[in-house]
């Protein structure tokens, strides 16, 4: 008996479709041809992979919710692509194993640690901008993945990457670059994909590794914690390896990307960007912010999580069904494929009010511009949720904080901003902005 399944594209309804209609989704990338679905077929919609595997989009907050965290114990994620690069990292491993590894990290990130993180976040934030001069061109998205970098290495790796920014820049480029083409031959064939994978992989390792086995004395890191546990065995020197690189390459590229649309909005929204400055003087004056300020820096939060609705840097969330079970009342067999677009829900007119508009006041408890609970998720939901999103929204707050006191980078003309939907969200082409002072 054929399964029940969600509405998609056939051979028949491509047949129908103006030949322009196809060609403009076509000629303008992914999230054109996605968001084209949705609108013909509704908030599920079937397909199949290259091998003819079931592959279902969603974008309804009851769905990704029923996914995520009430049926979560059915679907495992799908990182095969990363796995070359984390191995068996906390992003990409499951099962109880994922679960150990998650309560041996999980301390790194508690309320006192991240006090204390907070003085390393605004150091960093501080000493850019002072080297930043006025009127220059800068690339915003290469200023916030270094500054962020520095933060994520300090911080959990007592680490300082001034020496090695350009190899990590690098290697991150490789993942993105290369993740999404697995390869079916194995990794001792030399492919012009492996070798590229291989350069990452080493400039990366030449970094790790020595971090571990140079470290004698516990300190106040992650790397300390993992290596010296205060109960339980240490972690063998490969896995202590997997999840350093996790939180090393993606504990800082999300911030950044945030950062980076959070500034290249307010560029473009004065009237916002004014509100955010106003702030800023009410609640810091001139001097730095603290951890201590968070709580008061309401619509600086909000800004960056505006930014995250609109330009959510985790776009995407690919899952596996690893039994049978279903979603949306439509049976999924295991192995089904299913993927969470968190890019075309944040911008969901039923959920957000004026939703391609900058609008960071809908945020607040009482303005009712989320009309969905389970609406906004910009670091996932349910057990799998990222477990530094309390870092990753300080550092962002915080940041932001120290650059808006001193500066407003304005977006240099005739630029062309797009979207490039790789592992992450990020900018196609520099966004080169201008830096005009706050009091000059």
Not at 175 to 181: H, L, S
Not at 212 to 241: A, H, T, Y
Not at 392 to 412: C, D, H, N, S, Y
């Amino acid at each position: 008996m054929k399964r029940k399944r969600p509405p998609g594209p056939t051979w028949f309804t491509e047949a129908r479709r103006p030949w322009d209609a196809i060609v403009s989704d076509h000629t303008r990338g992914l999230l054109p041809i996605v968001r084209s679905r949705f609108e013909r077929f509704g908030d599920l919609v079937y397909a199949t992979d290259i091998t003819g595997k079931p592959l279902i989009s969603m974008r309804h907050p009851d769905h990704v919710h029923e996914v995520l965290v009430t049926r979560a114990a059915d679907f495992t994620k799908r990182s095969k692509d990363l796995e070359v690069f984390l191995g068996r990292g906390l992003l990409t491993s499951d099962g109880e194993f994922w679960r150990s590894q998650r309560r041996k990290i999980q301390p790194a990130f508690r309320h006192e640690k991240l006090a204390k993180y907070a003085e390393i976040m605004v150091d960093r934030a501080r000493r850019m901008v002072d080297g930043w001069v006025e009127g220059e061109l800068y690339d915003l998205n290469r200023e916030m993945m270094e500054v962020t970098l520095s933060v994520v290495a300090k911080a959990l790796l007592d680490y300082d990457t001034t020496d090695d920014n350009d190899h990590v820049a690098r290697a991150m480029t490789i993942i993105q670059e290369t993740a999404g083409y697995p390869s079916i031959l194995p990794r001792w064939v030399s492919t012009p994909l492996h070798k590229k994978q291989q350069e990452g992989l080493d400039a990366i390792d030449g970094i790790v590794f020595p971090l571990i086995d140079e470290r004698e004395v516990p300190g106040e890191d992650l790397l300390s914690q993992l290596k010296f546990p205060e109960e339980g065995e240490s972690m063998e020197r490969q896995q202590l390896r997997d999840e350093l690189v996790t939180m090393f390459l993606a504990g800082h590229e999300t911030t950044a990307l945030a950062l980076t649309w959070t500034f290249f909005l307010l560029s473009n929204h004065r009237d916002q960007e004014a509100k955010l400055h106003a702030e800023l003087d009410e609640v810091l004056g001139d001097r730095a912010p603290s951890f201590a300020d968070l709580e008061s820096l309401v619509f600086t939060k909000n800004a960056v999580q505006e930014a995250m609705r609109l330009f959510p840097p985790l776009y995407l969330l690919p899952r596996v069904a690893v039994r049978e079970t279903e979603v949306g009342g439509y049976p999924l067999a295991a192995g089904d494929n299913l993927l969470i677009w968190i890019y075309f829900m944040h911008r969901d007119e039923r959920w957000f009010p004026d939703h391609a508009e900058f609008l960071p006041d809908r945020f607040l408890p009482e303005s009712g511009g989320v009309k969905h609970p389970h609406a906004f998720i910009p670091f996932g939901a349910g057990p799998r949720a990222c477990i530094g999103r309390h870092f990753g929204m300080a550092e962002a707050t915080l940041m932001l904080a120290v650059i808006a006191q001193r500066f407003k980078p304005r977006l240099a003309p005739g630029q062309e901003v797009r979207l490039h939907a790789r592992v992450t969200l990020a900018p196609q082409f520099p966004i080169e902005m201008e830096l005009e002072p706050r009091h000059p």
